[in-house]
């Protein structure tokens, strides 16, 4: 099922965008009058500063920008969860020894740090100490330390939690109401999105207990805005809460939310949707929609349903607007809460990864600050509609809704969060008219980290108001100066424009976006994979001397000329992309997103190799010059020239059928080589389409040739035939060395080899890592691609403490991957490349099902989808008690895991001991364990607290050791040097009869 779009397109101008919001806005708002409003309230906040733990007092003292603000959070994220003492130690040394708390200011520090931390750098071993094992007066101190931070931690996390149990929680808001009548709250359960169903329905009785709760509480007849109220993520009650699911989510998870409405009807309390990120806000509305009809439907007489808005989104005024009219449409009035929002950071980062066009987000925050009040506009011209609920700390802010209030004289009321912006607000309140509602976090302290760090990041912001409130040095004029002004530009380079100068980032497409998605759609209802005749191996001389006779003119044509060639290509394939994602779609069985993953890959290595070439191939005088002073001997000239070799063969896998096949005939080509193709026998067809699309753009015919067949019989041909300059060669470790042997044995010149293989790729995770984070990136990393990618996780290796939770829940997360169809959105794995990559993945599952120990990793859905797809394997889970059990690579969706305890040094020794050395993943807290496990493992490409796959061209060259092969790392620096010859020409300027440079000196 596909959605019918109901908001334009986020990925937009955003100054256009703005001079709309600015022009809706018009004349509504005399700001001179809000800032006259609000400076009162900013003054007596300084005035009487915040109790040493609240977040202001908190970020005034250790700024986020700073070492101990940046400890700070690190240790409030982490701490909690930490349940072994030696980790808990070291992570308590690693973040504390890198910041300095003694400097700090009067009761705070005495308060909170020199109890539990200044003084725990006395008692803590120091990073990086190798003296030995601590004596028991140390080991002592140090615990004793590692519990004063822990319990500093918690009287931080307790600021921000309004209780452990609905009970505490409901047992503080009576006192605050005593203090202040015109409180109201709504409650938020701890937790981060469900990875498992099992998450997700004890999320849903969390939230079903929490609304009887306050149930008990509430009236029946008051107006349903004076109750308290909840609020509730989607992602918490359903697993796969994204759009590539939206038949199960509207399946499963509407019945489970409709569930609660019910219950908050009856109960005549506010239940509010939380907002989350872009890419589910069309899912959210389907599912919003969908209730509101079971509302109209049911019990039309409930006042109290409703959604949060986020006006950093570029399409939060349509938004404002489809929710309005929803709300006509069904005859209901509803309760929302307009946000600044929660996730801009990520939203950010999505949008670079992607390559999208816009920002789906504000990039200056007084943009968002101009999208928030023509939304409040809007609301507050909507009384019929809704009963808007304004969730801000910002003092003009306030000010400015309550001046537009005072116009429309429409009902409404203010949020903040508990534990901040609590001094704005008190002043605020002093008038009786006025109601807040405070947003309050209930659960456990090891429930609060993910939502404290998220609160820390957002206020602890340069430009965040609640971080400039405590600058006491910033005037008040200017902490309210008018943001109703538009900027011509982004303040962050548009993700098309990540590397500057130096090339355009190759552009993608985000699969919820309608537009974007139904140009893959069409183009694959038209793509015909072609077929590709098999070439005669004994026919190899032939194809070696038209590239050997093509060489002598492509090499002298100017770098510049064979770059520009490979931009016109790398253009050529951008305008192509959806055709050449859905060949990959048909011919390699790739999914979606790693299909257009694959083109932008390609795209990338043609333009960065392009600029390579044309910055490494230019003379470089030797030995260069030392300000305006030539260096080295008078009367002469020294220059290096690099060169292209001659006639490279180029093999390629069919896990990577584009952008491995195009990254080796890119770079030879570049470097003034010609080239014999030889594409993975299971994928010629985009193999073919490529080379046609570069004749094309330029390359002569003779220069790039394609020989299609069996890697037995042509590739060893091709490897074994005379005059070959160079083999570039990415697949099996077996064959790379049967490679290196026919190359060494053949007379003449020693011809190079670049050979990229696989790997036995590791995870190590310790107890200071997130579960949910580690669950995540192994889904990412040991299955997406099913599997089959040389950088694919193989081995997990997990701390005891942890691994009996973390297991539960990666084998509850494989579940619920969808396995079939790889034309289908929600595929998430398709099948593995042919019959008898099938045959030998099931002959390696017989092995481990004797040999080791079979995880609960396969659904019911996964084997039914098996019997229905040929050559299709549903993720696998084993745990096996050794690292050393591993003795081979398993190309498919296999994970094996490991515990282990004590040293996580011997961990990377034994990993080290296998042999390979492609990637490895590490997932902790301790910034210096990361960094000395990354420097101890012998292995290319190490990703700290990250998935490990996905390498991007020019900024994560990649490539392995040992037996994952000889490098120079693809998409790098030094990659292209390797398809070069070097040549140093000497002249004796003086040969003509003296030095006349010397003596014209």
């Known amino acids: ?155 931080l996390g307790r600021q921000f939690v309004l209780g452990q149990t609905m009970a505490e929680g409901m047992s503080e808001a009576v006192s605050a109401k005593k203090k202040t009548p015109n409180l109201r709250y709504s409650y938020d359960m701890l937790g981060e999105g469900s990875r498992t169903d099992a998450d997700a329905l004890n999320h849903l009785k969390s939230y079903q207990n929490a609304i009887a709760a306050i149930a008990t509480t509430s009236s029946p007849t008051r107006a349903c805005e004076d109750n308290d109220g909840i609020s509730i993520k989607l992602s918490a009650l359903h697993p796969r809460y994204e759009y590539a699911q939206v038949d199960r989510v509207l399946a499963e998870l509407v019945p489970r939310v409709w569930g609660l409405c019910e219950q908050a009807a009856r109960a005549n309390i506010n239940l509010t949707i939380d907002a989350e990120e872009v890419d589910r806000l069309e899912l959210s509305l389907a599912v919003f929609e969908a209730l509101l009809a079971k509302v109209a439907e049911q019990c039309p007489q409930w006042r109290g349903f409703g959604l949060a808005m986020q006006s950093y989104q570029t399409n939060a005024q349509e938004l404002v607007q489809h929710v309005i009219a929803l709300a006509r449409q069904y005859k209901l009035r509803l309760m929302c809460r307009l946000v600044k929002g929660a996730y801009w950071d990520a939203e950010i980062k999505r949008a670079q990864e992607l390559g999208l066009p816009h920002y789906p987000v504000f990039t200056h925050k007084h943009h968002t600050d101009v999208s928030y009040l023509a939304c409040a506009k809007a609301l507050l011209e909507s009384p019929d509609a809704l009963y808007p609920q304004f969730a801000s700390h910002n003092a003009a802010t306030i000010a400015a809704i309550l001046q537009m209030a005072e116009k429309t004289g429409s009902p409404f009321e203010l949020q903040r969060l508990h534990g901040m912006g609590e001094g704005i607000h008190d002043e605020v309140l002093k008038n009786p008219q006025i109601a807040c509602r405070v947003y309050a976090p209930v659960g456990a302290h090891k429930d609060l980290l993910a939502y404290l760090v998220r609160r820390l990041l957002e206020n602890g912001a340069n430009s965040s108001f609640v971080h400039q409130l405590a600058d006491e040095t910033l005037p008040v004029a200017e902490l309210l100066v008018s943001p109703l002004r538009q900027e011509p530009h982004p303040s962050l380079p548009l993700p098309l424009a990540l590397f500057g100068t130096q090339r355009p980032n190759s552009a993608g497409l985000d699969l919820t976006v309608p537009a974007m998605r139904d140009s893959l759609l069409a183009a694959y209802a038209s793509t015909q994979v072609p077929s590709v005749p098999v070439f005669d191996a004994k026919l190899v001389s032939g194809p070696l001397s038209i590239s050997t006779s093509s060489y002598k003119t492509w090499s002298k044509i100017p770098v510049t000329e064979r770059a520009a060639t490979l931009r016109q290509s790398a253009d050529a394939l951008q305008t192509q992309l959806p055709q050449f994602c859905a060949l990959l779609v048909k011919e390699a069985f790739k999914t979606w997103n790693d299909a257009i993953s694959e083109v ?91 080379v046609k699309l570069m004749h094309a753009a330029g390359v002569p015919e003779g220069a790039l040739q394609l020989l299609h067949g069996p890697g037995e019989t042509v590739g060893a041909a091709l490897v074994a035939a005379p005059g070959v300059a160079g083999v570039v060669f990415t697949g099996s470790t077996q064959v790379a060395k049967t490679i290196n042997r026919t190359l060494a044995a053949k007379d003449g010149p020693i011809v190079p080899l670049i050979a990229e293989t696989g790997g036995i790729n590791a995870m190590l995770v310790d107890s200071t890592a997130l579960p949910e984070q580690v669950c995540d990136v192994v889904m990412q990393s040991a299955f997406r691609s099913a599997g089959q990618r040389c950088s694919a996780l193989r081995l997990l290796c997990l701390h005891e403490e942890i691994a009996d939770h973390v297991i539960e829940m990666i084998c509850g997360a494989a579940r619920e991957l969808v396995v079939g169809d790889p034309a289908d959105l929600a595929t998430d794995l398709g099948p593995v490349i042919d019959a008898e990559a099938f045959a030998g993945i099931q002959q390696q599952l017989q092995r481990l099902d004797v040999e080791a120990k079979r995880l609960p990793a396969q659904s019911g859905k996964g084997q039914a989808a098996t019997s229905k797809v040929a050559n299709l394997i549903a993720p696998q889970a084993y745990e096996v008690a050794n690292i050393s059990d591993l003795k081979q690579e398993i190309f498919g969706p296999v994970l094996h895991i490991v515990r282990w305890t004590s040293d996580p040094l011997k961990v990377i020794e034994q990993i080290n001991g296998l042999g390979y050395g492609l990637t490895i993943g590490i997932q902790t807290r301790i910034d210096s364990r990361a960094q000395a496990l990354a420097h101890a493992a012998h292995i290319g490409n190490v990703y700290i607290n990250r998935n490990q796959i996905g390498a991007v061209v020019g900024v994560q060259p990649f490539g392995g050791e040992g037996l994952s092969g000889t490098g120079p790392k693809a998409g790098g620096p030094h990659y292209l040097y390797r398809f070069c010859a070097e040549q140093t020409i000497t002249i004796n300027t003086t040969a003509a009869g003296g030095n006349a440079a010397l003596l014209a000196g």
């Open 1 to 155: 099922m596909l959605l019918t779009q109901r908001l334009p397109e986020p990925y937009r101008p955003e100054a256009a965008i703005v001079a709309q919001r600015l022009t809706s806005l018009g004349q509504a708002l005399d700001w001179v009058a809000v800032a006259r409003v609000a400076a009162p309230w900013v003054q007596a906040v300084r005035d009487n500063p915040p109790p040493f733990w609240a977040m202001e007092s908190l970020l005034k003292e250790y700024p986020i920008s700073s070492a101990e603000g940046l400890a700070l959070m690190r240790l409030a994220e982490a701490l909690l969860r930490v349940p072994d003492a030696e980790t808990a130690i070291a992570l308590t040394a690693d973040q504390l020894g890198r910041a300095d708390f003694e400097g700090s200011s009067d009761k705070v520090i005495s308060r909170l740090s020199s109890t539990a931390i200044a003084l725990s750098k006395h008692f803590l071993p120091t990073v990086g100490d190798k003296t030995g094992e601590p004596g028991l007066l140390a080991k002592l101190g140090a615990r004793t330390v590692v519990a004063a931070t822990l319990r500093a931690v918690q009287l």
């Open 600 to 690: 932008r890959e390609a795209i990338d290595f043609l333009r960065y190799y392009a600029a390579q070439a044309e910055a490494i191939m230019q003379p470089q005088t030797l030995p260069g010059k030392e300000g305006n002073t030539m260096l080295g001997i008078t009367g002469e000239s020294n220059e290096l020239f690099l060169t292209g070799r001659g006639a490279w063969v180029c093999i390629s896998p069919w896990n990577f059928p584009l952008a491995i096949f195009t990254g080796q005939i890119a770079a030879a080509l570049v470097t003034g080589n010609t080239v014999l193709a030889k594409p993975a026998e299971q994928t010629p067809g985009v193999a073919l389409a490529m």
